[in-house]
């Protein structure tokens, strides 16, 4: 079993409302050999919803560096909570891979989610890395 950013699956559940859809992912999903997740509604966030900025300079889940929207809110407990949420899932079905939407706050090579799975010892590469070995 494999698990994807949901988004990559056609879910609109980007900040915008939309979706960043990868017709591989889709692929796998529709053969039932992928879990479409998005970490960021799993960690209580609406959509569409604010973009966000990390704060550069520290490391999320230590709980030193804020996940801040532009007007200040911090989100940052959503951030953590999305990336568990989605740890559990992992340990639930101890998937051969974890892609992940580049580029994102959660699901990005920086992002908390992204950074807690490789952290966790799961396999973890962007949608680009995975399209790149197809
Ligand atoms: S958190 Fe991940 S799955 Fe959710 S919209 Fe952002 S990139 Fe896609």
Redesign the pocket.
């Given at each position: 079993m494999i698990i994807v950013?949901?988004?990559l699956a056609g879910i609109n559940?980007?900040?915008d409302g939309k979706s960043?859809i990868s017709p591989r992912v889709i692929e796998l999903v529709a053969k039932g050999e992928a879990i479409p997740?998005?970490?960021?509604?799993l960690g209580g966030l609406s959509t569409p919803r604010e973009p966000v900025n990390i704060q550069s300079g520290t490391y999320v889940l230590a709980g030193t560096e804020k996940v801040l929207t532009p007007k200040g809110e911090d989100v940052t407990i959503n951030f953590i909570q999305g990336a568990n949420e989605v740890l559990k899932i992992a340990e639930l079905v101890n998937p051969s891979l974890i892609i992940?939407?580049s580029k994102?706050p959660?699901?990005g090579k920086t992002g908390v989610a992204f950074k807690l799975l490789c952290e966790k010892g799961f396999e973890v590469l962007s949608e680009l890395e995975w399209e790149e070995k197809q």
């Open positions: 950013s949901a988004c559940c980007r900040y960043k997740l998005c970490p960021e509604q992940l939407k994102s959660s699901c």
